[in-house]
């Protein structure tokens, strides 16, 4: 069986993605920067202010760990209390998030298809399915899902750097941004299986250890959950 290669990026290829999903992104955010808090958005968004406030404190970090039991996600009840007052800042921000992992989802596309058209495709197909992801886009509170694709998608390019490199570095980032991702919202969880797929799709040497070794944050945040 042979190994499917993996191909280079070039600045240039990068700066023209950047422009394109760039143009969508920009037109995207300017149709619903006036997308203002709603329902959910207000107890989830200065709840932590007034927390910190009364205690006098500039920010809390251990309640985060103990907030809900059925669930283990301490850092989106982290980052709740450093969200900007504007609704128009966060949604920038949220976006920026979206523009930013479709780059990366060019840069997989890169690696594994060699071609530059395809993967420009796949980065504006991702870019424009705005309307899928409508609810993490427009609903403020529901950003953790536009952060995990972002980590996820990164992570996924980490772990195939790792594959090609043979870097450990590589490793321990592929790990540690998932975890960090499940911790905001479980979605993050999916990212290893896919890293898994890529394994089989790319037959490269040590396969077994490579799959193992891209379900492995998986391990890692279930002994996280059994221990908090």
């Not at 760990?65 to 301490?74: A, G, K, L, T, V």
Request: aromatic share 20%; charged share 10%; hydrophobic share 50%.
């Amino acid at each position: 069986m042979q190994n499917t290669q993996i191909s280079k990026v070039t600045i240039r290829e990068v700066i023209i993605c950047s422009l394109i999903v760039g143009f969508i992104n920009l037109s995207f955010f300017y149709l619903t920067k006036d997308n203002a808090w709603v329902s959910d958005d207000y107890p989830y968004i200065y709840s932590p202010k007034l927390l910190n406030l009364i205690n006098e404190q500039l920010f809390y970090f251990k309640e985060a760990f103990s907030y809900q039991e059925n669930r283990f996600i301490p850092f989106y009840w982290l980052s709740h209390q450093f969200i900007p007052d504007s609704p128009t800042v966060w949604h920038a921000i949220v976006v920026s998030f979206y523009f930013l992992s479709s780059i990366v989802v060019f840069l997989l596309s890169k690696k594994l298809t060699a071609d530059q058209d395809i993967s420009l495709l796949a980065s504006v197909l991702y870019s424009i399915h705005y309307s899928i992801t409508i609810k993490s886009l427009s609903w403020n509170i529901f950003y953790g899902h536009i952060a995990n694709a972002l980590l996820g998608f990164f992570s996924i390019f980490l772990f195939i750097l790792f594959i090609e490199k043979n870097k450990k570095i590589y490793l321990l980032f592929y790990m540690l941004l998932i975890v960090f991702g499940s911790m905001i919202y479980e979605s993050a969880l999916i990212f290893p299986i896919i890293t898994f797929c890529f394994c089989v799709m790319l037959r490269k040497k040590n396969l077994f250890k490579h799959l193992f070794l891209s379900l492995s944050p998986i391990i890692i945040y279930i002994l996280l959950v059994f221990n908090f």
